[in-house]
């Protein structure tokens, strides 16, 4: 329980000079029903003597002897010099009234029947995760927190924390921090090669809210939208809660299945791809594909939306350009995220889109729906990647990831032969790690769940074309002896389930 003192106006403690109470007893009964209310509750410290009577304009007298009364009947404790608390042993004194508040305990049907109070949530938002996610094996998309780097980091916060201006302080320009977009630009166009300038970016609170802010922006009700399938649920989620209606496009081995697209949802208004590593599958656009989508776009007035949420980690080939890098006619609207890099917390992600009036629109949005995001955060994160802390994390991490890539490969190989099997990927951070044709992913998911590993099964990104079963391994977060323990404990299990002895 902190120690610090309350605020002296505690809401609803008044003297009322008209009132025949006396004042000490009318501050005794106002702090007496706030315990018994549990507006302070037990070991919480009181605002002191001086102060209480300073805020109430009464002597001190009247306010010790109100302490005195309270400290009498068992509800605080006051020491000399130390300060009154209200008692830890209340509920040995008193039974509180039972008060509706809902725990964390309560139950989804509970909380279905609470929220329909007001809209009916739809299935889109009731399916999204909320709880706080457990970093343990195989928990995928999470970067490797033991190695971020710290010291640099506060070394940047402790810099904008002593130059702080007022301007930190202020409502800022709603499309981020001119700065950091600075930086992004600069970064883009020499790793990714974008053609972007900042006044084409848009900071948003992580990739997700870019997506949002995309589906609101763009989407009609019944537009068609091309869905990458299996593909990324939250982005589909999204696209859906605007009305538009999804049109589920196969993969081929390197990502949408373009000329299936195009002959079987001409009239698509949108599409939503993750060329440089589909999600979540792996496989990079490759180049003549991604010029046929962009004719295509072109042609036929589409959006492409690229999502571009971990290119920065490649493993063996020279990264594919960007779809934005190659588009001529400005339908790419291309989405970023430091989550990824860094850390999801942080929640910094960006939009590039195609002209400078488009991203003045889509900052109005940004101002409408929270108004900008934390300008500190903004200015640590410039910082960082103005002193080259961000290439350098950016350069280890991918020798790390590389490594721990390797050594789950080679744990899956040793001991998991004929109950799973995994091949390298190019980029990325997780593999897939294919079961036996005929397991049910999902119920093997749940059962490894219940045993304390995390592996979300491939088939929740599927929706109208089957996947052979499959879990997704993340490996990025983890050191090689997390890596070992788990893979041993994870097939061990998956030998038991399908009676393996090899
Ligand atoms: C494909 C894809 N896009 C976007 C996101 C959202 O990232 P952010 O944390 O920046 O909202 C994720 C998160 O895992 C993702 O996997």
Redesign the pocket.
Known sequence: MPKSSLHINIPGLVVNRKNKTPAYRQIYEGLRNIILNRQIREGQRLPSSRMLAEDLKVSRNIVLLAYEQLALEGYINSGVGSGSYVSKSLDQIITYPKQKVLTPNIKVSETKSFVNLKHPLSENIINTESAKSSVIPFQ??IPSFDQFPFKQWVKCANKIFREFEFLHLGYDDAQGFYPLRQSIAAYLRTNRALQCEPEQIVI????????NMIAKMLIKKNDLFWMEDP??A??KAAFMEEGALPCYIPLSKNGINVDWAIKHYPKANLVYV?PSNQ??TGGTLPLPKRIQLLNWAHKNDMWIIE?D??SEFRYFKKPVASLQGLDNFGRVIY??????ILF?AL???YLVLPSVEIAKTFSKAKSFFDRQNSITDQAILHEFMKQDFFASHLRKMRILYKKRQDFLCSQIHKYGKGVIRVEKQDSGMHLIGWLPDGMDDKVISEFLHSHNIISTPLSRYANKFETKPGLILGYTSFNEKYLKDYSIKLISFLKKITGSST
């Open positions: 995928n998309g948003t609170n992580g990739a997700q809210q870019a997506i593909g990324y939250n982005a993750t999600f979540p999502d949420y971990d989405l970023g995220t430091f989550s990824k999801p929640r910094i992600g």
